[in-house]
T-cell receptor, first 114, second 117 residues
Framework: GENVEQHPSTLSVQEGDSAVIKCTYS??????FPWYKQELGKGSQLIID?????GEKKDQRIAVTLNKTAKHFSLHITETQPEDSAVYFC?????????????FGTGTQLKVEL | DTGVSQNPRHKITKRGQNVTFRCDPI?????LYWYRQTLGQGPEFLTY????????KSRLLSDRFSAERPKGSFSTLEIQRTEQGDSAMYLC???????????????FGDGTRLSIL
């Protein structure tokens, strides 16, 4: 099955700085990698995703990079703002059964300090 | 924009009672997933439906758990004879269908937080 590891577990940055969260996965067949943001008391909001046929994807201040050879992918947030403070989860699909079951990392608590 | 809706948001019950949660997916999504999330962990897959068919169940889903999606729209998750270890956030997600070469994003609801006294 798929195993996803996520680092760091907590990350504090100053407002305006960049934040990087890294994940590794085990199944070389995995082909889709979403990132979710979870604010207190809420479910997970999809913020960006990447497919295995590209190495990088950007959406305004958020970017994701993928290294298929090393089996790792990273979330980059630039010009961080206080509203970016949340728990971020990476995920990879467990492809057996074809159902797109997601295996999640253990989360990164990002705190953006003023 | 109607997202995934879950009810109730919170449920507190005594050990041994039965509880039922409801999930209303995004209307055009034919896949519906249930996950469970405990404190400090990411969501863990429980089961999923393609339309009304329940296609896979995790080994986390004991015999006390049952999920239905009778008309291929909303789904219910029932837990019988609740135990302390069932305390968690139960999350529902939905997506369009696709095969392993073309996976569609899953969109999550805000979850139902279950507390067992």
């Amino acid at each position: 099955g798929e195993n996803v590891e996520q680092h760091p577990s907590t990350l504090s940055v100053q407002e305006g700085d960049s934040a990087v969260i890294k994940c590794t996965y085990s199944d070389s067949a995995s082909n889709y990698f979403p990132w979710y943001k979870q604010e207190l008391g809420k479910g997970s909001q999809l913020i960006i995703d990447i497919r295995s046929n590209v190495g990088e994807k950007k959406d305004q201040r958020i970017a994701v990079t993928l290294n298929k050879t090393a089996k790792h992918f990273s979330l980059h947030i630039t010009e961080t703002q206080p509203e970016d403070s949340a728990v971020y989860f990476c995920a990879a699909p467990l492809l057996t059964g074809g159902g797109n079951k997601l295996t999640f990392g253990t989360g990164t608590q990002l705190k953006v300090e003023l | 924009d109607t997202g995934v809706s879950q009810n109730p948001r919170h449920k507190i019950t005594k050990r041994g009672q039965n509880v039922t949660f409801r999930c209303d997916p995004i209307s055009e999504h034919n896949r519906l997933y249930w996950y469970r999330q405990t404190l400090g962990q990411g969501p863990e897959f429980l089961t999923y439906f393609q339309n009304e068919a329940q296609l896979e169940k995790s080994r986390l889903l004991s015999d006390r758990f049952s999920a239905e999606r009778p008309k291929g729209s909303f789904s219910t998750l029932e837990i019988q004879r609740t135990e302390q270890g069932d305390s968690a956030m139960y999350l529902c997600a939905s997506s369009l269908g696709g095969d392993s070469r073309n996976l569609f994003p899953q969109h999550f609801g805000d979850g139902t937080r279950l507390s067992i006294l």
